[in-house]
């Protein structure tokens, strides 16, 4: 008999729960950290399709995935040429530490050296926006450490004359992690930029967040009254705290086994839908779990995205394929590269 799932929803997001004693295995993801199995990479970059410099090209739908450097302006001539973006989302390493091990892909060097890598992909950023645009930026805080980068990123950002601030996002994760001796981390910062003064789609901030907090009275007709009483709608507008993100982990159907921290599409698309229209050039220069393409592909927007990492860049095109065929947004307990499934079998994970 076939193990039955359910799907649940929370705030909008979708995910399945196992029946409990069926499916064996099943919340056992099959693929672990990319970043960490040097033996495991090597199998799998034998079946990345691009090398450094070469540009995918989308047939269907003109979308691109490159494996290049957002350090390096002439990368990003290659894959955007002289076209122009209005609105660029970027997740770049965030220089902190993760389970206690540093990788290529999440490397901790000194913060000269860091923010002198995001002075190189910020100038590149703005180069190739448009003269009314938007910057969104992912950025981390080490509290073990300062709490860099996070605020030496926005000093960065002020040599940049062209970049007005707009709005600091802290996105709520459900999960989190923290010790017996601090608050739970369960928050994701996200800094948003304007170059010159681009369109806002105030109606993508409408969400399906229920009122929860009661307060704000005001007198009416001689009333005190309190604002759920006054609005007619159930929802709120979700603000600058995102409260109805799930973060992105095993159990959802979004998941991509192997990739660290990737974005919930439920926020990729919050952004696409307040800054961008149908058939607008959205860039992406970190390409990861390929979040941003699956954003794109759904919401009818020209995605142009990359990742030095060629497994990345592999796994980005292999999600907006396997959307296509199934119309699944990620692989939840399955393996992106089943052509490895048998040598991963009996493989020991540390």
Known sequence: MKSRTDTLHLFGNEFSVRKEGEGKGATTEKLKRLDFRTELREKILLLCRLKYGRIWEDPVKGHKVGVLDATKLEDIKKIIGNEKTGLVINDPPYNVVVGNAITSNLFK??????????????????????????????????????????????????????LKPKNFITMRNQRGYGTQKNWMWVRQELLYYVKGNPDFNVDAEYTDIPKILRGYYKEVKGKITENLERSKSRYIRAGNVWVDVQQVFYRMEENVPGCYAQKPLKAIERIMLSGSNEKDIVADFFAHSGTTLIAGERLKRKVYTFDIDPIFAEITIRRLEHFRKTGKTGWQWQNPFPEIEKQIEGYKWI
């Open 109 to 162: 060097i000194t913060l000269e050296e860091y923010l002198d890598f995001s002075e190189k992909w910020a100038k590149n950023a703005i180069a190739v926006m448009d003269k009314d645009a938007h910057l969104y930026v992912w950025m981390g805080a080490d509290y073990r450490d300062n709490l860099q980068p996070l605020p030496d990123f926005i000093i960065l950002t002020r040599k940049f004359k062209e």
